[in-house]
């Protein structure tokens, strides 16, 4: 939902003075500015590739005077090998080489070894470099994913055997990053077709002529414009896209991020692996750094579909060590290289906590010992540190503006800077949340809007995740979104959630293993000195918070009646199962159709995020009809259609020809070049927000929410579950 609401209620404005040429020359700023950043930011990777060359081998083997992996090994290995292979069969190209760089002081056998050496370096480069453009080649090709689930054609079979020769044996996580290809533009008139195309179910006929005539004015006038800049910053920058949706789609909205754009992850439903709060942190917590050390060592494989295509992994770079911060009328996003503490909140209280002693990275007991001290502590909250959060919660630039007037000096820049370039954020919270049973819906809504908000005070909203801790052991994550997409955080918690219980562990007490360090140094506590100028400012970011989180109405149903077991029996994608389900839950709920949103993601390309999938279409809206109708063979028959048609738009968004991604550019260079254009509209943001995940074979999660202000919004989770029942037993399952 966070992702939605973001992209329905951008707004954007600039206000450049002066004449046409001089709104142009702000455009190709942009522009510049963005393939600046792309570049610094490939500068930065560069310096931490995998791909050694035999100087730097042999450089890093004369400093350090051992190679430290058993990959080092291998390479260092080629590298001599290909020394001598090269001493052999270019002996003349390397003593002209020897003559005309290597000094005259020189003994000839060492001119020869320099000589080899900027051979093999020359070699060498050239080599990594024609296999990553024809892997980037390769890679481009996305006709594999026309065929139907569980076939697969020779020229796919072949393909995916080139892809795996030229990716290498035992690929890292940036591995691939300089071997995808680029986001393609679309073409205008194709982006206005399929435009079109998504509009006609939730327009009539007078309104479908009008939009029509926009749209043929748009592409024949100034899309053109338009896209010229588009072509020219998809050629100079990684990903035309990215770093403008992030910028204006998230750092330079002005409202609340909470609610807004964070958005949060649950624990295990059905397991509780201890009951102890300060063990569940301990166990939490070493996992995460456990991860954050193989993330820093690029150490996690990168994620790859078939086993075979990579996907980017440049979010992956800011999962920690990453604050949000506020500016008057755009945030920041600050990025430490190295952070060895986390920061707890506990009662109105906040502590540092180093993660490392003597050297090595704590151990869960040891981090159990420390949790247990801040819980243990009495102390009282000072003045305005207890509500102090709510800043991160309320509007962003009085938070910008007090940040800078209150936190600017002393032991309040001190304590902030200490939260900021923490590693994350983690919330020793006081109430319980659990999943129960025999009260399935309250408990779990109790749940996620504690995840989702909490009190509005205790959770540091900006950081990049907080990691939050109930009192009965139970767990979970709030995230912010600007900074990835949650794929990436899922990730993480994974990772996590399968290390607690299993790989670390409990004793049988409920204590994380291991003992307790007998001359471990306890958490600092941080201090503060707020005026009750800046306490007033929290009140008010906190009335607004308040407001936020009370509007929100949400209910998450676990679906027990079937999983993707059964769907899949259907013969059709559980995910066009799904949407098109909702769709039905929806018009029945309405007796409407409205514009829908599904976040498609583009890793396939460089530095790609999301692309939007417009659910409600043309073929999902017969079927719907058939359904109400009753109609029972022609609603199967436009099902089909309706599932084929979803999956074709889940491929488009995929491999680059989605249309929102491109309308939302066009839209910010209009804007820059001072156009108005009638045809780049926005959209409501009142409506539905759904997420779900098939758990399993028998068990689907939805996660349903609204604004209870709103009009338009009420509760259809009843009509879901009917409408996944009935469409079950219409395909006769």
């Known amino acids: ?182 986001l393609p533009v679309p073409q205008v008139k194709d982006t206005c077709r399929r435009y079109l195309e998504s509009v006609r179910p939730l327009m009539d006929d007078e309104q479908f002529d009008r939009m029509k005539g926009l749209a043929e004015d748009f592409e024949k006038n100034l899309g053109p414009r338009l896209q010229w800049y588009l072509k020219l910053k998809s050629w100079w920058a990684s990903n035309y896209v990215s770093d403008w949706w992030e910028e204006y789609i998230y750092l330079r909205g002005r409202g609340p991020i909470m609610v807004n754009s964070n958005y949060y992850a649950m624990d295990f439903l059905y397991v509780f692996p201890t009951s102890i709060q300060a063990a569940r942190a301990g166990n939490a917590i070493h996992a995460i750094m456990l991860y954050r050390r193989r993330l820093d060592r690029a150490q996690i494989k990168p994620l790859m579909l078939l086993h075979t295509i990579p996907m980017c992994s440049a979010q992956y770079e800011r999962v920690f060590n990453t604050t949000r911060v506020p500016g008057v009328e755009t945030d920041t996003l600050q990025h430490m290289n190295e952070s060895k503490h986390i920061v707890v909140y506990h009662k109105g209280r906040y502590f540092k906590v180093w993660m490392f002693y003597d050297g090595r990275l704590l151990l869960p007991r040891e981090i159990e010992q420390q949790m247990e001290r801040i819980l243990a502590d009495e102390s009282e909250p000072l003045p305005g540190e207890e509500k102090l959060a709510a800043l991160t919660a309320g509007e962003r630039t009085p938070w910008a503006t007090c940040r800078e007037t209150y936190f600017s000096r002393g032991k309040n820049k001190q304590s902030l800077e200490a939260v900021e370039k923490a590693a994350f954020v983690v919330t020793l919270d006081d109430t319980e949340q659990r999943y129960d049973l025999d009260n399935k819906v309250k408990s779990l809504d109790s749940y996620a809007k504690s995840l989702l908000h909490g009190k509005c005070h205790d959770r540091w909203f900006d950081k990049s995740f907080n990691l939050i801790i109930f009192k009965n052991g139970t767990m979970g994550l709030n995230a912010e979104h600007s900074w990835a997409d949650a794929p990436i955080v899922g990730h993480l918690w994974e990772h996590v959630l399968s290390m607690d219980p299993v790989k670390l562990g409990y004793a049988d007490d409920g204590h994380c293993r291991g003992k307790p360090h007998p001359t471990l140094p306890g958490p600092q506590r941080l201090q503060w000195d707020i005026s009750t100028e800046c306490q007033d400012v929290i009140e008010r970011s906190l009335t607004v918070a308040r407001a936020l989180a009370d509007d929100v109405d949400c209910h998450i149903i676990p679906f027990e009646e079937f999983g993707k077991g059964l769907i899949k029996k259907c013969r059709t994608s559980p995910d066009a199962f799904i949407q098109i389900a909702l769709q039905l839950a929806h018009f029945r709920d309405k007796g409407k159709f409205c514009l829908t949103y599904e976040a498609s993601m583009t890793r396939l390309f460089r530095e790609g995020r999301t692309e939007t999938v417009r659910s409600c279409t ?116």
Not at 53 to 69: D, G, H
Not at 109 to 137: A, C, E, F, H, Y
Request: aromatic letters at 12%; proline letters at 2%; charged letters at 20%.
């Open 1 to 182: 939902m966070a992702e939605a609401h973001q992209a329905v209620a951008f707004q954007f404005t600039v206000t450049p003075d002066g004449i046409d040429l001089q709104l142009s020359h702000e455009a190709l700023r942009q522009v510049y500015l963005s393939g600046l950043h792309s570049w610094k930011k490939r500068f930065v990777r560069f310096k931490g590739e995998e791909s050694l060359s035999p100087v730097l081998i042999y450089s890093q083997w004369l400093q350090t005077k051992e190679l430290s992996t058993l990959s080092h090994w291998r390479t260092a290995g080629h590298a001599v090998f290909l020394l001598h292979f090269l001493l052999l069969i270019f002996p003349s190209c390397i003593e002209r080489l020897s003559l005309s760089f290597c000094s005259k002081y020189m003994s000839t056998d060492s001119q020869k070894i320099v000589g080899g050496v900027l051979v093999g370096t020359g070699v060498w480069v050239t080599i990594i470099m024609i296999m990553r453009n024809v892997l980037k080649s390769l890679l481009s090709w996305h006709g594999w994913m026309q065929a139907r689930h569980g076939t697969m054609s020779w020229s796919t079979k072949l393909w995916l055997l080139l892809v795996k020769i030229f990716s290498g044996r035992k690929p890292m996580l940036y591995s691939f990053q300089n071997s995808l290809p680029r």
């Open 618 to 733: 043309v073929e999902t809206c017969d079927f719907v009809r058939s359904m109400t109708r009753d109609e029972t063979v022609s609603a199967i028959l436009a099902f089909d259609l309706a599932a084929e048609k979803h999956q074709n738009l889940y491929r488009l968004a995929m491999t680059g020809h989605g249309i929102d991604r491109h309308l939302f550019c066009l839209y910010v260079v209009s804007k820059y070049l001072g156009e108005d254009s009638s045809f780049l509209k926005e959209v409501a943001d009142d409506g539905y927000g759904v997420s779900y995940i098939i758990v399993g074979e028998e068990l689907i999660n939805f996660h349903i929410s609204s604004k209870r202000s709103s009009p338009e919004t009420v509760t259809f989770s009843n009509d879901v579950q009917k409408t996944l029942n009935c469409q079950t037993r219409r395909h006769g399952s």
